[in-house]
């Protein structure tokens, strides 16, 4: 059983930063691959990014990319997603999900076994 945490979010005007967290219970968190998605009411959720189980290879949204980078910290049970060049499109509530196979990317919620609570993230224009 993993439980996970998120922190970090806020209100920041456009064009500003957050880094979110994301910490993990659970002695075997460096074996999950894990993501960060993101959802607003009314529509599903959607994929952000993803990390490796060790970190070597992510993947991002075209709608993120070269502005959020996601990272993991396996000695501190931590994932991170940094977040710069805010646009009020990236208002949302942000979780972070661990899935529980060793596999290629997965970009489908369904995909992942564990879920934050979320945080939220507001972007002023």
């Known amino acids: 059983q993993v439980q996970l945490v998120e922190s970090g979010g806020g209100l920041v005007q456009a064009g500003g930063s957050l880094r979110l967290s994301c910490a993990a219970s659970?002695?075997?968190?460096?074996?999950?691959?894990m993501a960060w998605f993101r959802q607003v009411p009314g529509k599903e959720r959607e994929f952000v990014a993803y990390?490796?189980?060790?970190?070597?290879?992510?993947y991002y949204s075209d709608s993120v990319k070269g502005r959020f980078t996601i990272s993991r910290d396996n000695a501190k049970n931590t994932v991170y997603l940094q977040m710069n060049s805010l646009k009020p499109e990236d208002t949302a509530v942000y979780y972070c999900?661990?899935?529980?196979?060793?596999?290629?990317?997965?970009?489908?919620?369904?995909?992942?076994?564990?879920w934050g609570q979320g945080t939220h993230v507001t972007v002023s224009s």
């Open positions: 999900a661990a899935r529980s196979v060793i596999s290629p990317m997965r970009a489908a919620p369904t995909e992942y076994d564990y």
């Open positions: 990390i490796s189980a060790i970190g070597r290879t992510t």
């Open positions: 659970g002695r075997t968190f460096s074996s999950y691959p």
